[in-house]
């Protein structure tokens, strides 16, 4: 008898890309059992039936999207399909969701321990990458469901949504508790954050060997602050569009939430804190004071490939409606200055389709006011990043480190994010010279629509493996969603250490 092939697949000729190296290799990839088991130059062919060859292309760790939404704007089992498929063509192995209770997603309240189930359920079989899920507790019972959470589903990462006490998802409201679907008599105010985080504490103080990689994310806006801005604007007839959207939403409103979050955090010992989508100086520059002012703190500092790639002037105006806003371009290189100095340590899309007939008032479509906030863009993530990116000298290493490394390490996925033995074989193929123009025509996405629209970028994804299997190639999404769920529990953690 033959003796059978030692690895499943070899993938000649990449350029690999690792985040901790300083430069480039040329090598090939052996791969067994889902696992990348050789790396090395000139693996021998014959130890392989199956060769794939990169023809000396780009090869980045599968992305991580540590920042998704998927099941807010149409049922999650289908959003599911098409959105992890865009995922794919761009590069994105990993799909980290944020999902709450409340109106919008399954539009229930009650407790997680029914509504995480269900969750589940309608993820399993229709994710074409692999997926987990962040969640906010928003009802004063899920804090003592942390623990639930935590230990029983592998859920390490917990969120707080600081403007929704206050002020609608899309604008002004006085009806926050109906959307949040809790008692009249809770309030989803700083009292509740405080409580998020001491309960968070107690978690840390009872699995001290997760101590890493359980963490609060916050969305920094200050409720009081949006509602007499959004006041102001509107009756301002000077300012529409995304210039009207972005002083409704001021830049000090993020700082100011910034300021407490962190305050709160020093007060009830929360030591993982991550500040989401800073899209400002004036929130970047909090972020960064905060983190001197506590330095016992780990604080993690994300921007998103939208708040990276445009700006108020955007000619696609109500599509880039988002919280928060789109902001003026000398806030946008003030992100990138940023992100070129290390003070940012991930960049992720905020994926959260929206279909055309909703985003956009369809007898006022310019109407900023009367749109939906959030767009699709994770396809675009990693082009985006390296397009823009290279410009401006930031090397594929640090690119790999932003979108692969750190995001997998803060959350616990601790088999993601590196291109070295024993990790999971997650691999994008790009050609950092091939030039493309953004079209929504061209996304697997349901969206139908972009606001990076007509945009050129330069690094286009050609190949997507998952676990070492070719899930995108050449333009086609390929086969089945074999997309597997993320427990991210201490018996993970321990296995990884043992290891």
Excluded at 142 to 154: A, K
Excluded at 436 to 442: K, S
């Amino acid at each position: 008898m033959s003796e059978s092939p030692l690895l499943d697949l070899i993938i000649k000729n990449v350029r690999v890309v690792c985040p901790h190296k300083d430069t480039v290799e040329l090598l090939d990839l052996g791969i067994k059992d889902g696992k990348f088991a050789q790396i090395a130059p000139n693996i021998s062919s014959d130890k392989s039936q199956e060769i794939f060859d990169a023809q000396n292309l780009l090869g980045f760790p599968g992305v991580v999207d540590a920042h998704m939404h998927i099941g807010i704007y149409q049922p999650l089992d289908k959003d599911a399909v098409t959105e992890s498929k865009a995922a794919a063509m761009g590069g994105v192995t990993t799909s980290l969701n944020y999902i709450r209770t409340g109106q919008y997603y399954l539009n229930k309240g009650g407790s997680y321990r029914d509504f995480f189930p269900e969750v589940l359920a309608l993820s399993l079989g229709n994710f074409f990458v692999d997926y987990s899920y962040h969640i906010a507790p928003i009802a004063s019972q899920h804090i003592e469901e942390i623990p639930l959470l935590f230990e029983q589903y592998g859920i390490s990462s917990f969120k707080i949504f600081m403007f929704y006490g206050g002020y609608g998802l899309h604008g002004l409201s006085d009806q926050q508790n109906l959307f949040l679907m809790i008692n009249k008599e809770e309030r989803y105010d700083f009292a509740h954050f405080e409580f998020i985080m001491r309960g968070l504490t107690r978690l840390i103080e009872a699995h001290p060997e997760a101590r890493d990689i359980i963490s609060l994310s916050l969305h920094c806006e200050v409720a009081e602050i949006l509602n007499a801005y959004t006041k102001i604007v509107e009756n301002d007839s000077s300012l529409s569009g995304l210039k009207a959207y972005s002083a409704a939403r001021p830049p000090h409103s993020e700082g100011l939430a910034i300021c407490i979050a962190s305050y709160l955090a020093h007060e009830t010992n929360c030591a993982n804190i991550n500040l989401l989508h800073l899209s400002s100086r004036k929130a970047m520059e909090a972020a960064l004071t905060m983190q001197t002012a506590f330095p016992h703190i780990n604080f993690r500092r994300e921007v998103t490939v939208g708040h990276l790639l445009l700006d108020v002037d955007t000619p696609n105006g109500t599509w880039a409606k988002v919280n928060p806003p789109i902001r003026p371009r000398a806030d946008v290189e003030y992100l990138w200055q940023a992100v070129l100095n290390h003070q940012v340590d991930w960049i992720v899309s905020d994926h959260a389709c929206c279909s055309a007939e909703q985003k956009r008032s369809a007898k006022d479509p310019h109407n900023i006011w009367l749109a939906k906030s959030g767009f699709g863009g994770t396809e675009y993530l990693l082009s985006g990043v390296i397009s823009e990116g290279s410009k401006r000298g930031m090397s594929y290493n640090h690119i790999a480190k932003l979108l692969s490394w750190n995001p997998s390490q803060r959350f616990g996925l601790l088999e993601k994010g590196d291109i070295a033995i024993g990790y999971d074989a997650d691999l994008v193929l790009v050609d950092p010279n091939e030039s493309f123009v953004v079209h929504a025509a061209e996304s697997e996405s349901q969206q139908g629509y972009t606001p990076f629209e007509g945009v050129e970028l330069t690094g286009r994804v050609k190949s997507t493996f998952l676990r070492g299997n070719l899930i995108y190639n050449n333009g086609q999404v390929l086969g089945s969603p074999t997309g597997r769920y993320l427990k991210r529990s201490h018996s993970e953690i321990q296995a990884k250490a043992d290891v």
